[in-house]
């Protein structure tokens, strides 16, 4: 089974910044097309950033200019850096792998920005 797990989640002040990070298992970690998506509260997941294995970057309007999803292929890990950040970026953060035509999902990891 592929695991997929997240970390760096937390609390942190409007204006702010993190970086989220997410490790996955695999010998071809390479090919993978990787993703961020969000769940605030009472909402729907949402997109926010995929990378796939060109390294071609796509986000949702509503983070562009803030967030940057990156890849590090020797250490099977997709990060998201978070600039800039406001309260309703608060959510729990997923990261998300495709592998072929499956889909694996991470834990989670919760974002709260607030004073």
């Known amino acids: 089974q592929v695991q997929v797990v997240e970390s760096g989640g937390g609390l942190v002040q409007p204006g702010g910044s993190l970086r989220l990070s997410c490790v996955v298992s695999?010998?071809?970690?390479?090919?993978?097309?990787l993703g961020w998506y969000r769940q605030p509260p009472g909402k729907q997941r949402e997109l926010v950033a995929t990378i796939n294995s060109g390294g071609m970057t796509n986000y949702a309007d509503s983070v562009k200019g803030r967030f940057t999803i990156s890849r590090d292929n020797a250490k099977n890990t997709v990060y998201l850096q978070m600039r800039s950040l406001k309260p309703e970026d608060t959510a729990v953060y997923y990261c998300n792998v495709v592998i072929g035509f499956n889909n694996y999902w991470g834990q989670g990891t919760q974002v709260t920005v607030s004073e």
């Open positions: 695999g010998n071809s970690f390479r090919l993978y097309l």
